[in-house]
């Protein structure tokens, strides 16, 4: 038997509702703890102005962060216009507001400062190192986003989402890399007794787009 209840699916093309996002970094790499800002342009779709309230959201996070679970939160659009299905979903927020501790700073180690080259340590590893919920775009749909790396030598994805009026959405990204002129890497045991013999090494890479990359072994 077939049965008939008054409804039926309607599919609305995307295209028509997609706002082009561009980001891109003043530079593709920094040294850490360096300044740098990002530079995003927002377009409307073909035909279409932008609107006034046109608006975006800003977030700076480690790639490393993101190998482990990408964040599907981004892709605005999708989401705004993801089929409705003819259900009820059910939530609580209990969970987030029952027992609910906060364990301190992570990433901090505990205890002494190290001496008077404390300042020099790397010890801000923050895979979140901007977020910015509300930046306003200028007549032209752009808008220049300043924010400061932290101590990690990665990758960060620069993730820049939009939206303007009631139907149009985007979301666009670019990466930069952070990198030290020198490094030193050491190649001694983790683990030695005494009476143990052991080569120590001593990896010296010169990084610097000054001149080529090169490795020096020290025994």
């Known amino acids: 038997p077939a049965y008939r209840i008054g409804m ?10 997609r706002l082009a996002v561009t980001v891109t970094p003043d530079r593709p790499s920094h040294a850490v703890r360096e300044a740098a800002s990002a530079r995003i342009k927002v377009t409307a779709p073909k035909g279409m102005a932008l609107p006034a ?11 490393a962060l993101l190998a482990l679970k990408s964040n599907e939160s981004w892709k605005l659009l999708d989401a705004m216009m ?9 939530a609580t927020a209990q969970g987030q507001v ?27 590893f923050t895979p979140v190192i901007a977020w910015a919920g509300r930046v306003k775009l200028n007549a032209s749909g ?10 990690s030598l990665s990758g960060f ?23 030290q002129d020198l490094q030193i890497l050491p190649g001694i045991p983790p683990l ?3 009476g143990d013999a052991y080569v120590a090494t001593a990896l010296i890479r010169n990084t ?12």
């Open 192 to 194: 030695v007794r005494t």
């Open 157 to 179: 994805r620069l993730v820049a989402i939009a939206s303007a009026g009631p139907g149009l959405f985007g979301t666009g990204s670019a990466s930069l890399r952070t990198t």
């Open 98 to 124: 029952v027992g609910k501790r906060h364990y301190g700073a992570k990433a901090v180690a505990a205890g002494g400062g190290g001496g008077a080259t404390a300042g020099m340590a790397r010890r801000d």
């Open 53 to 63: 309230d046109a608006e975006l959201a800003f977030a700076v996070v480690d790639e």
């Open 142 to 151: 752009e808008a220049q986003v300043p924010f400061r790396l932290n101590d």
């Open 82 to 90: 993801e089929p409705r299905p003819m259900g009820m979903v059910m």
């Open 208 to 219: 610097s787009s000054a001149g080529t990359v090169s490795y020096t072994h020290l025994r």
């Open 8 to 17: 039926t699916q309607l599919k609305v093309g995307h295209d028509a509702h």
